[in-house]
Every structure is written in C-alpha cells, then in structure tokens.
C-alpha cells in the first residue's frame, strides 16, 4: 500500500482522536462467547477505559436508555442490556483513572436542567475538567411512561426544549465569578460579595431561579456532544455542540459528505469551521494480514448475527413479528408493514422499509444469500476491517481529508475488546504523525483541541 | 461469634456540623469543593473504622442562616460514587429527595452506587421542604407536610419495586436460546400512585445487595419500607425510646459531637467558631461536648438502646483525628463496634439479611451473589 503523502491534503497536521463508547444495549456486543465480560461488574469498566488511557484516547463514552427496549411483546431478550446511570458510573471511574475525558449521554426531555447541570458540574470538578455530555433528546410517551410527566413533548418542540435546557445550563456553569471562594478562614464570608450570581429563566420550556452550588472546573465547563441525525439535530450541533458523534464513519464519501454539510451548518450558525469535532462511531477489527482481518470479522458478525437476532432485525424492517422463520432460508415473502414508529427499540434505523427490503430482495437474489446473510451483509452496520498498516492509512486519508477528526470506538468485546486497538493499531497512526504520543492537556478540552470557554 | 451492637456512621458533608466549620477546617476555603479533599475525607473515616458514611444534599446551596457559610457542594450521589472508587470497605449513604427529582433517575443513581461499590450503597430519603428548591428545579411547588410525606413515601416505592424489578438471575446468557435475559424473570412495577405513574423494568440490574440499604428520618415514610430509622431525643433515654418506637428493623441515634483536641478544648474550639455563628441545638439530636473518654462511655450506655449512631463531628477535619485515635479504637478494644470486614455488603456489616425480589416467583429462591467479587 503507497502512503499518502502528508503535504497534498487539505490537512496535512491533521491528527486522529479516539473515544470509547461502552455501548451495554444492543447486538454489536458480543455476549456468548467465553471472553466476553460482565456489563454491569465496575471492574469491566474500569478495564476498558484503563485500556483507551494507555491508548491516549480523547473520552470514554456512555449511552442512555430510559427505558428497556422491547419486541415481540415484552422486554428485547437477545442482546445485552442493563447498564449503570452513566454520571454515577463516570464519577466512579473519575477517581480512578487520571487523563481521560468522561462523557455521560443524557436526555434534555426526561431531565431538569438545574438538577442536570449541576450533577455534570459535579463531575466535571471530580474528574479535574475531563467531564462531556452528549445531549440526547429522546422524548417518545412509551420512555415517558417511567417518568412523572409521561410523554409530554411534541416531536417539533425536542431540540428547542433542548436549546433552551443547554442555555439554562451553560448559565448555571457560569454563575461563579473567578476567584468566587475566600482564600483564607479570616475573611467575612465563605464566598466573595457578588461573586455567585442567581440564574433566572422563564422560557417557553423552563421556569427556573436558582443559585448555582458549583464553581467552574479546569475546562470551564463540560464538552458538549449532540448526536441527533435529522437536519434540526445538525443545526441543533452546529450551533450548540463541541463534538459531533455521528453514524457517518465507514464510508469516506459519505463521512466527507456529512462532515461538509455540517461545516456548512457552522458557517450558516457563524461559528468557525475548526470549532466543532466529528466522530462517528465506529468498529474496528483489526487482523496481522487482510485475510486474519476478514475472517476475524466474519466471526464477529456471525456472533453478532445470530439467527434469532437477525429475525429480530428483520421483524423490525419488516413491521410485523418473523420470529418463527428461517434465518437461513430466504427473506420472506411478504412486504413490509409500515406503522408508526413508537420508538421501543431506540432510533429507528430506517426512514422507508418498502425501499430498504426490494434493495435486500434484489441483492439476495443477486448473491444467492440467506436472510442472516442478507441482515449481515445489508443491515445496520458500520465498522473497519484490516491490518493495524492498512488501517492506519485508511484513517490518515479520512482525517487529513477533512472527513472526520476521529472515531468513537465501540468494542465489539468487552472488557478486552480495546486492546488490539491500543497495542496494534494506536502505533502505527503514531509512527504516522496522526496521533498523539503523550497526552499534552489535562482536560478533555485540551484532548480534543478545542478552544478554551470564553 | 455474633457482631457487637452498635454500628457507626459519619456524616462527612461540607466541613462538619458547626455553620462556621470552614473556617477551622485544615484546607483552603475553595479546596472543599475539591476530589483531593472529599478522597481524603472518605479515607479517614474509612480508616478510622467507620461502618457507613452519609452526605447531606439539596439543590440549594448549604449555607447559614446569615449568608456567610459556603454556598457550594457537589451532589451527594457524584460524590459518594468518587468516594466509593477510592476507598473498599465504606459503607456510603447519599441524601436523595424525591420531592421533585424523578424516582426512576434516583432508584438508577442509587442501584448504581451499589454496582460501583461493590454492595456498600446506602441511601439516605430526604425531603426539599424549602419553595425555593422547586423554583431551582422548574417543577410545581409541593407544599405542606402531607404532600412532601406523599412524594417521600411514593418515591420509596417506586425506587424499592425498580431494584427488584430484575431478579439476581435475569442474565441468563442462553448460547442455545440465543437469548441474554430472561424476560420472565424481569417485571414491569406498574406503580399507580396519587400523582404519577411508573412503568419499569428498571434500566440498571439489580444492586448487588438486592436493595441498597434504606435510613430516613423516623416517621418520614413508613418503617417497613426502609431498613435504618433515623432517631433522636435530646438524652440517651429519649433516643433509645424514639428507636423502640420507630418500628424500622435498626435505628441509628443522631449525635452531635465535638471533642478535645490535642491543643483546644471542645469548648473552646465551639467558642472560637460562636464568634461568627451560633451552633443551634435541635431537640432531636444528642450533642456531646468534651474528651474523647466521655464520647465513649456515651456510646456505650447507648449502645443498649439503639442499634447504632450517626455521628456529626464539629470540625470533621479535627473531630475525625480524634474519633480515629481515641474513640473507635476504644469501642472496638471494648467490643462495642466492630470494622466493617472486607468483601463484605453493607448489608451484611449492618447484620441485614438480603432481601429477595418481591417479583421472584414463588418457590424459586434465587441464590445470592457472591459476596466478594
Ligand atoms: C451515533 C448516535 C448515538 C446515539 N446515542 C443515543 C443514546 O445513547 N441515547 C439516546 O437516547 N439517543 C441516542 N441517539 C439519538 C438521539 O437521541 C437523538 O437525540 C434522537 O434520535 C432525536 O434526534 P434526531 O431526530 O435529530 O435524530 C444517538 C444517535 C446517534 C446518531
């Protein structure tokens, strides 16, 4: 494989960052073979994000679900679930681990922004300013059933909500002056005259008057990622977000494509073009030759694909239950029933079944493939497949092009899925000059190369 | 052989009881708000022999009543998770209102601490009396005793059936069914109470103590729902007759204590600090002022009447050095109160039994997990 050569790219010093999303609900997991670790044991934790620290990762990443995703009648049986509250589980992990960033996804509809930000504030201090948070906006009334409120927003009204509860937090981050707290017993009062202000928000979403408990961290404040997909959830990011963590990672013409579209958000929100990362989740396996890679990979799809999980993603594409079918015979005969979305299996994967399932028929008939092979092969994925050289280029190309600044790894094991990223892979993007050989900052702030908070 | 009597918990919120603590304690005043700090106070109670440490929340600042105590504190449950990742054998109650906050947040918060602890999770039922915490918090104002009661109560319930709403066996991990739980073996709580309703399962498997150990304020919320009544009286004889009446399985005595040190009398530290505010005495709080000797002796005659005591030192950075060197080793050589033992529950340290789902099915009683791991 030729090298790129560093000086013909649009960035040429361009450098790759790393996060590490610890998923704990869906099938990317593989739980079934022998290797595979506890979700919930602290110690599966803390080992994966150890490893993505002697990695020199950016962040270590958790998802949020309010609610147990259901089919065919009850609670998703196939994959792995059942995950800590990630602030609690990150301020955990922030007293034992020293450099990396600690990012909680948490939901603006089902939360209230005093209660939210101060809890993010509290970690931020905790973790000396190595705290984010990925502003989700998940509002459906089937999530609203485990809360006071229920379902209670409007579709249109879920970023605005979440504007507006970034607003009311940023004000809360800076409700403290510098140099708020007395520096010696002798003085009059524990906190300077003036120096805590009160925040006062009566909005269309929030009605709040309160007096911020925390001080600003090493950051200023937590990194704020989105990662809602639509058009709003973009400008929703370009106005608002840090960090992009998008579904536009494997493919370079369409990592390139949505990272010019949301630089053209930026432009539009007035914000600099180098003011916003984007990293797309991603699975990296990772093979000594192309051959060890694929077959490796072949492996973590079948196990990520069993049979049943296959019908399970079938049943969803399809709109009706196919649970009592052959995953190995053909797809099945039938069109697809297209309903309402509830949203009892997180984001909905696929904005038109009928269009989705005559690609499937026509690539299967095509190929010759059985359903499984069909939902392998043509179903929700994403991820890269190589040796460490061969990646490292790939991954060069992508961010001196402007494609991306970096990924979000999800290990397809845990707690030892990371390793072969940190040993193998994080070396040679070294030896090429697209990633750090130390950390240089001590927030995550710095790791991501953002500029300080005003 | 069976475990001495009386269990002993801390409270380590701020810089201790007294409103002007700050201005005694050993660090700068800002450096509270610090994870140096709070490690190096989980570390001392831990090391002294503390069975349980409690935080104090709110969602408005801790001040005094005149506007010159501290005004910042990071949220009890951020803290308590910190402070179980850097010490082993703490027992560690956060204060959790859910007066406003969301019972299904706070019952996911709580079984968390309990995963990240290793089975050494407390929480402490609070309440937010104050108007002001709900404008902090955006929600209707929830007035009058009687309606904080019903939140109170109703959150318990909520929290309580979510813990149990995935039974200990649920991750069945079926390589031949292809399935990694059991759904029969996870439970919808279909809570109905007077104001809200919640749905479940919980989100988080179940703590590894099966439910986090319970302490309210005694008559907060009914005694069967929690496992540690908080009592008080201003004797040891009033304090053991609220205990006999609290009707919880253990009561802990609250106790205020400042104690001599190695180079100021108790007295004379209270009145170096009565300089900028006064210490209210509260009728429901024991207060013992003096030499370690008679803190001593008072948690021996208590140790008959209750099953244990919440200690609220002065100056936690003084009155810890003291409980460390002169109480608790004095307790423990007397067989008063004993260490919490490594690799064990918080559960098993309080001598509680662990409680099964209330979803389990009949008959099949689940084994409980291992108690190290
Ligand atoms: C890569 C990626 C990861 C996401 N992770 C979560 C998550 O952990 N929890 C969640 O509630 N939503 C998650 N979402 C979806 C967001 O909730 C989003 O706010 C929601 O789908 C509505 O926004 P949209 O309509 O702009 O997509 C994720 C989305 C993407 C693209």
Known sequence: ?454 | MPRPALHLAVEIDGDGAHPAAWRRAAHAPGELLSPRRLARTAAAAENAGFTLVTLEDSILPPGSADGTGPVGRIGAVERAAFAAASTSVLGIAPVLATTYAEPFHVSSQIASLDHVSAGRAGWVVGTEEDPAAARAWGRPVVGGADAIAREARDGLRVVRDLWDSWEDDAVIRSVATSRYLDRSRLHYVDFEGETYSVKGPSIVPRPPQGRPVVLAPAGLVPAELTDVALVGGPTPAGAGAAASAAGAPLAFAEVEVALDAPRETARERIADLERYAPWEGRPDRLRYTGPAAGLVELLADLAGRVDGVRLRPLVLDEDLAVLSRLVLPELFVRRLAARPLPGTTLRTSLGLPRPLSRFTTAGAAAPAPEETR
């Open chain 1, 1 to 454: 494989m030729t090298r790129t050569d560093p000086h013909d790219v649009p960035r040429p010093d361009a450098r790759l960052h790393f996060g590490v999303f610890f998923q704990g609900v869906n099938h990317w997991t593989i739980w079934s073979d022998p290797s595979s670790g506890s979700q919930i044991d602290p110690a599966s934790f803390l080992r994966v994000a150890r490893a993505a620290e002697r990695g020199l990762f950016d962040a270590f990443f958790l998802g949020d679900g309010l609610r147990l995703r259901e089919s065919e009648g009850g609670v998703h049986e196939l994959d792995v679930a059942g995950r800590p509250d990630s602030i609690t589980q990150l301020s955990a992990l922030a007293a034992a681990t020293e450099r990396i960033g600690l990012v909680s996804t948490s939901n603006t509809t089902f939360n209230e922004p005093g209660d939210l930000a101060r809890r993010l504030a509290g970690l931020d201090l905790l973790s000396g300013g190595r705290a984010g948070w990925n502003v989700v906006t998940t509002h459906n009334a089937w999530t609203g059933e485990n809360f006071r409120r229920g379902g209670f927003l409007d579709h249109a009204d879920r970023y605005r909500r979440a504007e507006e509860f970034l607003s009311v937090a940023r004000a809360v981050w800076n409700g403290w002056a510098q140099g708020a707290v007395a520096d010696s017993a002798e003085a009059r009062s524990w906190s300077v005259p003036g120096a805590v202000g009160r925040v006062r928000v009566e909005g269309a979403h929030f009605d709040v008057d309160l007096a911020p408990t925390l001080p600003r961290s090493a950051q200023g404040h937590p990194v704020i990622f989105q990662a809602g997909d639509s058009g709003e959830g973009r400008d929703f990011a370009a106005r608002n977000a840090d960090v992009v963590f998008s579904a536009h990672g494997t493919d370079f013409d369409d990592a390139l494509a949505f990272a010019e579209d949301v630089r053209r958000r930026l432009r539009a929100a007035g914000r600099a073009e180098d003011a916003l990362r984007i990293l797309p989740g991603t699975e990296i396996v990772i093979g000594a030759t192309e051959k060890e890679a694929e077959e490796k990979a072949r492996w973590v799809r079948l196990h990520q694909v069993t049979p049943a999980v296959a019908l399970g993603i079938a049943s969803r594409l399809w709109g009706f239950d196919l649970s009592g079918r052959d995953a190995d015979g053909p797809l099945p005969a039938e069109d697809p029933v297209v309903a309402a979305y509830e949203g009892r299996f997180g984001t909905r994967w696929v904005d038109d079944p009928r269009a989705v399932v005559a690609e499937w028929r026509a690539k299967a008939d095509a190929n010759g493939w059985s359903l499984r092979e069909t939902v392998i092969e043509l179903g929700p994925q994403r991820g890269h497949v190589g040796t460490p050289a061969g990646l490292a280029e790939k991954f060069a190309r992508f961010v001196r092009h402007g494609a991306l600044d970096g990924f979000n790894v999800s290990p397809y094991l845990v707690p030892d899925g990371l390793d072969d990223i940190v040993e193998l892979l994080v070396p040679e993007l070294q030896e090429r000059g697209v990633y750090r050989t130390a950390y240089t900052g001590t927030t995550l702030r710095e790791h991501l190369g953002l500029a300080p908070v005003a």
